[in-house]
């Protein structure tokens, strides 16, 4: 379903392309690039094409917008991730027990790192003990909590405001303390005081944003 494309009112040739079968070849050969892995909004842009990223909402079975790099001001599509993110934060189906419960939090965490094991690894949650770290894009907190358990001083932002909920929740259940912020991680100044951290983490995440230079 890509009625919203109307609203853009370009006259212009579409090339589509879904991952992951994506290549250079179509890239460097569209004038747009739609694609239903957001990452390559990013790629595109290094190559100066227009890109529209793409995800798929599997309950309403349609393509939705998920990031944009077109230069078009009337559509807000940091407002549709906003609304997107706030009806179904990131992970959280990852559980059938009571959302919020100890037990929902513990199941989310197993699943995730199931799916994706490098993650614990890459952010080596031990090594920031007693560092002050900033996680842009917290969601529900599964990373969150970890970096907190491992005795990092942690600053929490997210562009969703419910996800940001369920992470002050699951750290009320743990006894942990953090700093949380609804922001939007493309002009961070404006809404989290300017400090020093020693480690600035984000995961799966800047790729959703229209401008991921902008957070960089």
């Given at each position: 379903n890509?009625?919203?494309?109307e609203?853009l009112?370009?006259?212009?040739?579409?090339?589509?392309?879904e991952?992951?079968s994506?290549?250079l070849y179509?890239?460097i050969?569209?004038?747009?690039?739609?694609?239903?892995?957001?990452?390559?909004?990013?790629i595109?842009?290094?190559?100066?094409?227009?890109?529209?990223?793409?995800?798929?909402?599997?309950?309403?079975?349609?393509?939705?917008p998920?990031s944009?790099?077109?230069?078009v001001?009337?559509l807000?599509?940091?407002?549709?991730?906003?609304?997107?993110?706030?009806?179904?934060?990131?992970?959280?189906?990852?559980?059938n027990?009571?959302i919020?419960?100890l037990q929902?939090?513990?199941?989310v965490?197993?699943?995730?790192?199931?799916?994706?094991p490098?993650?614990?690894?890459?952010a080596d949650f031990?090594?920031?003990?007693?560092?002050?770290v900033l996680?842009?894009g917290?969601?529900?907190?599964?990373?969150?909590i970890?970096?907190?358990?491992?005795?990092?001083?942690?600053?929490?932002?997210?562009l969703?405001?419910?996800s940001?909920?369920l992470?002050?929740?699951?750290?009320?259940v743990?006894g942990?303390d953090?700093?949380?912020?609804?922001?939007?991680?493309?002009s961070?100044s404006?809404?989290?005081?300017?400090?020093e951290?020693?480690?600035v983490?984000?995961?799966?995440?800047i790729?959703?944003?229209?401008?991921?230079?902008s957070?960089?």
């Open positions: 890509f009625d919203f494309l609203k009112n370009l006259n212009i040739k579409f090339h589509i392309e991952y992951p994506i290549s179509h890239m050969n569209s004038d747009v690039l739609i694609t239903a892995n957001s990452s390559f909004s990013y595109s842009h290094l190559l100066g094409k227009k890109s529209l990223s793409l995800v798929r909402d599997t309950f309403f079975h349609k393509w939705k998920n944009i790099s077109l230069d001001e009337e807000d599509w940091v407002g549709y991730n906003i609304t997107y993110w706030n009806q179904r934060p990131c992970n959280i189906r990852h559980s027990k009571p919020g419960s929902y939090f513990n199941d965490e197993h699943k995730k790192y199931f799916v994706e490098h993650i614990p690894k890459f031990e090594k920031w003990k007693g560092k002050k996680e842009i917290c969601g529900i907190g599964t990373d969150s970890n970096f907190a358990k491992a005795g990092a001083n942690l600053t929490c932002i997210d969703s405001e419910e940001l909920n992470t002050k929740e699951r750290f009320k743990f942990l953090a700093n949380f912020y609804v922001a939007n991680s493309e961070l404006d809404y989290v005081p300017i400090e951290y020693d480690l983490y984000s995961f799966g995440v790729h959703h944003t229209p401008k991921p230079e957070i960089l």
